[in-house]
């Protein structure tokens, strides 16, 4: 099977250009999670989507970042005016069910990568 | 913040069993004590998750205190390829979102 699948790999953006990072999840997995990862330090939530739905973007800055996902196609997290303090790497993960219930777990991709020189 | 306490940083010999320690005195009982582990730039791996029995899987075993107020995770027999860093995670049922800490990197040594 494969897992979650996420691309760019890396990305170089200059300051104030835009990042598209995509994901697709895991067969059969309708709810999509994103995380920041900033150097040297743990992951951070962003957002929580179902197909259509931002169901929780309590952890995504107010300005700038945005995250879809369509009923047809994979996940975008987009964030628009890049700044160096975007550089980071971004995780995506997916679960067949919500989280919210007991003993689920998600599956992360293997990141995409900004760089903003 | 992370309701989890983990050591920095451990080591292990190749080929013997390395116990990771973490504690969550805070503990709610409906929370489930999930694992992951982060090999150098890739995305977190699920290990192992449990409640209140100890769990093993082909990865690894999760032995769980009485009071829940502490797990291990347990490698039966390290090899080069653990080296990673590893991440305790209490999961609130009801919620969405995991809170993670800064982990314990695992060092192994041939």
């Known amino acids: 099977n494969a897992g979650v699948m996420q691309n760019p790999r890396h990305l170089v953006r200059r300051r104030g250009q835009e990042a598209r990072l995509r994901c697709s999840p895991m067969k059969g997995h309708s709810h999509v999670y994103w995380y920041r990862q900033l150097p040297e330090e743990g992951l951070k939530f962003m957002v929580y989507?179902?197909?259509?739905?931002?169901?929780?973007e309590s952890g995504m800055p107010k300005e700038r970042f945005s995250a879809e996902f369509p009923k047809e196609g994979p996940s975008i997290l987009r964030i628009q005016q890049v700044v160096r303090g975007d550089s980071a790497a971004y995780f995506c993960a997916s679960s067949p069910r919500e989280l919210t219930a007991s003993g689920n777990t998600i599956y992360f991709g293997e990141g995409s990568w900004l760089t903003v020189v | 913040d992370a309701k989890t306490t983990q050591p920095n940083s451990m080591e292990s010999n190749e080929e013997e069993p390395v116990h990771l320690p973490c504690n969550h005195s805070t503990i709610s009982g409906t929370d489930y004590i999930h694992w992951y582990r982060q090999l150098p730039s890739q995305g977190p791996e699920y290990v192992i998750h449990?409640?209140?029995s100890n769990v093993n899987n082909r990865m690894a075993s999760l032995a769980i205190a009485e009071d829940r107020k502490s797990s291990t995770l347990i490698l039966h027999r390290a090899t080069l390829r653990d080296a990673a860093v590893y991440y305790c995670?209490?999961?609130?049922?009801?919620?969405?979102?995991?809170?993670f800490g800064t982990g314990t990197r695992l060092k192994v040594l041939a």
């Open positions: 449990g409640l209140t």
């Open positions: 989507l179902q197909k259509e739905n931002i169901i929780d």
């Open positions: 995670i209490l999961h609130t049922s009801g919620t969405y979102k995991y809170i």
